[in-house]
Nanobody
């Protein structure tokens, strides 16, 4: 499966953005999906994940209550709605797909496919 992330940009603190990740292939609806981010000089970290149906989600503590992950299987797309953005949210955001779609995975090695990343910059 191929993943294409989009929707990043420059926003002031307190603002919002919605990231999208479009997937190719007919098996998208069976995959669990995740969002990760990587800031300069730091390791890639988990942000949010959703199982194949959208019925189960999980968030990093740092974004809980501010970010929402969702998916539209009819459109082969997963979203990350980001509200109340903070400068520390600045990073390249990556979407990822896990063929074992029942649960949600919080580690990078749990995902087989990765998008190219989209830059999110939050100014103070």
């Amino acid at each position: 499966v191929q993943l294409q992330a989009s929707g990043g940009g420059l926003v002031q603190a307190g603002g919002c953005l919605r990231l999208s990740c479009a997937a190719s292939g007919r098996t998208f609806s069976s995959y669990a999906m995740g969002w990760f981010r990587q800031a300069p000089g730091k390791e890639r970290e988990f942000v949010a994940a959703v199982n194949w149906s959208g019925g189960s989600t999980y968030y990093a503590d740092s974004v809980k209550g501010r970010f929402t992950i969702s998916r539209d299987n009819a459109k082969n797309t997963v979203y990350l709605q980001m509200n109340s953005l903070k400068p520390e949210d600045t990073a390249v955001y990556y979407c990822a797909a896990d063929p074992m779609g029942d649960g949600v995975v919080v580690t990078t090695h749990g995902y087989d496919y990765w998008g190219q990343g989209t830059q999110v910059t939050v100014s103070s």
